[in-house]
């Protein structure tokens, strides 16, 4: 998966700089606000990529409906978060196949449907040892044939009459446990050296 990169622009210059400041000072002390400029379908998407739906909701309530209903991008990210809420894994890969995305939005929604698609697979992973074809290709967002594919390239195997996959599980890393006399005798060598 690619790394997600946000963009801002920086002004170097004084005269944006402090036109910036004079309209911020305008903004605070006759309470014009500045929700026309900020990208509410940017930032509503990073809650969303780093699995924050709280946020997202409530970041979602308090846009005021003006800016909603003049931004149909806007409105395309939260169906995607509405369909995370109720864990519509299907619906989450058509809201975003279901919208054509701005350039300044198109590559961070590339970069959540990626990281979805490893979330579910790891889902199928630990939830399921075998999974029809047609499930998985819902989990995944992906059609029959390229869900097949996907999880074949990860190892698992297709019974070709039934369509059934039976899934490999990753080998689980034990973590090492230290008995309480060798922690001692690492203590005591410690303190030893110290001494």
């Known amino acids: 998966m690619g790394r997600v990169a946000l963009q801002v622009e920086s002004h170097n210059s004084s005269s944006s700089s402090s036109s910036n400041k004079q309209r911020a000072e305008e903004a605070a002390t006759q309470g014009i606000a500045f ?34 209903e003049t931004s149909p991008e806007l409105v395309a990210v939260w169906k995607i978060g509405q369909r995370l809420w109720m864990r519509d894994y299907a619906g989450v ?9 701005s350039q300044e939005v198109r590559d961070l929604v590339t970069a959540f449907s990626d990281l979805y698609t490893k979330k579910m697979f790891e889902l199928l992973l630990s939830a399921y040892s075998t999974i029809s074809s047609q499930d ?21 195997s297709v019974d070709p009459d039934s369509r059934m996959l039976t899934v490999k599980k990753q080998p689980v890393v034990k973590e090492q446990k230290i008995d309480s006399s060798k922690l001692q005798r690492l203590t005591e060598y410690v303190f030893h050296l110290e001494h």
């Open 93 to 101: 890969h058509e809201a975003i196949r279901g919208f054509n995305w």
């Open 35 to 68: 929700h026309d400029e900020w990208p509410y379908p940017i930032h509503l998407l990073g809650h969303l990529y780093v699995d924050d739906i709280n946020t997202a909701r409530f970041l979602w309530k308090s846009i005021p409906s003006s800016i909603k």
């Open 136 to 156: 998985t290709a819902l989990f995944l967002g992906m059609n029959e044939d390229d869900a097949t594919n996907y999880v074949l390239q990860q190892g698992w």
